[in-house]
């Protein structure tokens, strides 16, 4: 007796299955930031530009790397760091999560062992290391899910207020 299952039919059931998944799934940007969407209005370029890579002058904010959905999908630092800028899950690697760029997160003070990576806390020049060469304080280099962006001081102005506050 052959109880070996046909290729075509597992093949087949594997398919259905696959697209049943992807039907379900949010493959734009908005569920990898956290529990909210992406705003209709920004308040100031920075957040624009947090949210959407993109400055409101009409200026390219380009970028080199990242890791496959931001190579994919595009997006700005919320794609990643979330739309409340705590983190968010990474994508694909769901059980990767971006690091929080809240206002304590990067400015706060910085201990021993506390999730920093050991470094110290960020000052504006150290954090635009970060964003431009990716780099952190101490001069060690960043994830390479972290893409490299290029802006000019302008856009990096307004950015670097957006997160400052």
Same mark, same amino acid.
């Given at each position: 007796?052959?109880?070996?299952?046909?290729?075509?039919?597992?093949?087949?059931?594997?398919?259905?299955?696959? =697209?049943?998944?992807?039907?379900?799934?949010?493959?734009?940007?908005?569920?990898?930031?956290?529990?909210?969407?992406?705003?209709?209005?920004?308040?100031?370029?920075?957040?624009?530009?947090?949210?959407?890579?993109?400055?409101?002058?009409?200026?390219?904010?380009?970028?080199? #790397?990242?890791?496959?959905?931001?190579?994919?999908?595009? #997006?700005?630092?919320?794609?990643?760091?979330?739309?409340?800028?705590?983190? =968010?899950?990474?994508?694909?690697?769901?059980?990767?999560?971006?690091?929080?760029?809240?206002?304590?997160?990067?400015?706060?003070?910085?201990?021993?062992?506390?999730?920093?990576?050991?470094?110290?806390?960020?000052?504006?020049?150290?954090?635009?290391?970060?964003?431009?060469?990716?780099?952190?304080?101490?001069?060690?280099?960043?994830?390479?899910?972290?893409?490299?962006?290029?802006? #000019?001081?302008?856009?990096?102005?307004?950015?670097? =207020?957006?997160?400052?506050?």
């Amino acid at each position: 007796m052959n109880t070996a299952i046909p290729v075509r039919r597992v093949t087949s059931l594997l398919g259905g299955l696959l =697209a049943i998944l992807i039907s379900g799934c949010d493959m734009g940007p908005g569920h990898m930031m956290s529990n909210s969407v992406v705003p209709d209005r920004y308040a100031n370029n920075g957040e624009r530009i947090y949210f959407t890579g993109t400055s409101a002058s009409g200026d390219a904010i380009t970028r080199k #790397g990242g890791n496959l959905h931001m190579r994919m999908m595009g #997006g700005g630092c919320a794609t990643c760091h979330g739309s409340d800028r705590h983190g =968010a899950r990474m994508m694909p690697k769901f059980w990767e999560t971006a690091p929080p760029l809240s206002r304590e997160a990067l400015f706060g003070e910085h201990h021993d062992g506390d999730g920093h990576g050991g470094h110290e806390r960020y000052t504006d020049d150290t954090l635009r290391r970060a964003v431009f060469q990716g780099a952190d304080p101490a001069g060690n280099p960043l994830d390479e899910d972290m893409p490299r962006w290029s802006m #000019g001081s302008r856009d990096w102005e307004d950015l670097l =207020a957006y997160l400052r506050s």
